[in-house]
C-alpha cells in the first residue's frame, strides 16, 4: 500500500491524535513559566488579579464560594447541571468516533475515508440499483398485461399512474397543459367530454394512432364548412348557432324566433353526427352540445358562428414509434385517472 493510500484509509484516526495533540500542546505551552507570565499580563487567564479567601456562603444566593476573589467579585461554587455535563462528553465522545469512523477531514484525493469506508455515493447506488431492479419488474408486468389486468392490480396501477405522468409532462403539456385542463382547441382531459371516447381502450387507441395524424389507423373526422362552402346563409348560421349556445340549457332556453329557426336548421343538417338532442356521438369524434363545455371559445356567439362557418380540424400527432406501447398504456393510465375517465 502506498503512503498516500495508507493516509487516506486511516486519516480518520490520524487527524483526531493530531487535533488533540496540537490542543495539548497549546495548552501546556500557555502554561510553562516562561509564558504564564506574560499572558497574565496580557488577561488572556485569570491569575492576574485573582486573590484566594476563606469559602463563605453569599448572603443574596445563599451558594457557597469557591473562595476566589478578583477584585472584590467573588465566585460562586454552583456548577453545571450534571446531566448537562454527561451529555457534553458524550457528545464529544460521539464527534470522536464519528471522525475515526466516517469520512469527515479534508485529505489528499477529497477527505478522509474513515474506518467504516461508507459514503452516500454506495449508498446512492446502492438505492438506485433497487429501484431499478422494481422498474425491471413492474415494466415486465406492464408488458404482459392488458389496460384491465394493470387497474385491477393497485400497486401496478400506481407504478403505472407514476410513470405516466412523468410521460405527459416531456410530451402532452405543450398543447394540453401542465394540469391537463387544455386550452382554446386542445382538449380538457380533467373533464367528462370526450370526443373519441373516455374509457381505458379509447383513451390507449387515441393517444396510439393519434388523430388526422400520419398514421394509416389514425381517427379521423371531417364537419363541412357550412358558411365557407355555401351550405348555409349567414342569417342560417346565426340562427342555428343561437340553438345551440342554448342547447345546454334544456327547457330553461328561452325561445326566439331565431331559437326555433335554428333548432330546425339543426334536425337537418347537424343531428346525422351529433344526434337530435346534442349528444354526439364518440364513434364518430362528434362533440355534445348539450353541455357547456367548448373546445373553442367559451360558448359566445362569435365562436360557435366561426365553427360552425369554417369548421375546425385539429391534430394530434401518432405516439406509435415514438413511446414504447407499455409507455402508451402508462400514459393511458395516467389520463384516465385525472378525473375524466369514463
Known amino acids: 500500500m502506498h503512503f498516500i493510500d495508507w493516509v487516506s484509509n486511516s486519516s480518520g484516526i490520524i487527524v483526531t491524535v493530531i487535533f488533540f495533540t496540537v490542543f495539548l500542546g497549546i495548552a501546556i505551552w500557555a502554561y510553562l513559566p516562561s509564558n504564564k507570565k506574560n499572558l497574565e499580563d496580557q488577561g488572556m487567564i485569570p491569575f492576574k488579579g485573582q486573590e484566594k479567601t476563606a469559602k463563605e456562603k453569599d448572603e443574596l444566593s445563599g451558594v457557597e464560594t469557591t473562595g476566589h476573589n478578583w477584585d472584590g467579585i467573588k465566585e460562586l461554587n454552583k456548577p453545571i447541571p450534571r446531566w448537562?455535563?454527561?451529555?457534553?462528553?458524550?457528545?464529544?465522545?460521539y464527534a470522536i468516533g464519528y471522525w475515526v469512523l466516517y469520512p469527515a477531514w479534508p485529505v489528499p484525493h477529497g477527505n478522509?475515508?474513515?474506518?467504516?469506508?461508507?459514503?452516500?455515493?454506495?449508498?446512492?447506488?446502492?438505492?438506485?440499483?433497487?429501484?431499478?431492479a422494481i422498474q425491471e419488474k413492474n415494466l415486465a408486468r406492464i408488458h404482459t398485461s392488458t389496460l384491465q389486468q394493470i387497474q385491477d392490480d393497485k400497486d401496478l396501477y400506481e407504478f403505472a399512474k407514476d410513470g405516466g405522468a412523468a410521460v405527459f409532462k416531456q410530451n402532452c403539456i405543450v398543447c394540453h397543459g401542465s394540469n391537463a385542463t387544455g386550452g382554446n382547441g386542445f382538449p380538457n382531459l380533467v373533464d367528462d367530454d370526450w370526443l373519441w371516447g373516455g374509457k381505458l381502450e379509447d383513451i390507449y387507441k387515441t393517444i396510439k394512432v393519434g388523430i388526422r395524424s400520419t398514421s394509416p389507423d389514425t381517427r379521423t373526422s371531417q364537419m363541412p364548412s357550412f358558411g365557407r362552402d355555401g351550405i348555409l346563409t349567414p342569417a342560417q348560421i346565426q340562427d342555428v348557432a343561437e340553438f345551440v349556445q342554448k342547447l345546454h340549457l334544456g327547457d330553461k332556453a328561452e325561445i326566439t324566433p331565431a331559437y326555433t329557426r335554428g333548432k330546425d336548421i339543426y334536425a337537418a343538417n347537424c343531428t346525422v353526427c351529433h344526434g337530435k338532442n346534442g349528444d354526439g356521438n364518440q364513434a364518430l369524434g362528434a362533440p355534445r352540445h348539450n353541455d357547456d363545455i367548448w373546445l373553442y371559445g367559451n360558448g359566445d356567439m362569435k365562436s360557435i358562428v366561426d365553427s360552425i362557418t369554417n369548421a375546425h380540424a385539429g391534430v394530434m400527432p401518432s405516439w406509435e414509434g415514438r413511446l414504447s406501447d407499455d409507455t402508451i398504456k402508462e400514459l393511458a393510465i395516467y389520463v384516465h385517472s385525472l378525473g375524466g375517465g369514463q
Open 112 to 132: 478522509s475515508r474513515g474506518e467504516l469506508h461508507w459514503n452516500e455515493h454506495k449508498d446512492l447506488a446502492k438505492e438506485e440499483s433497487e429501484i431499478a
Open 84 to 93: 448537562w455535563l454527561i451529555v457534553f462528553i458524550l457528545a464529544i465522545i
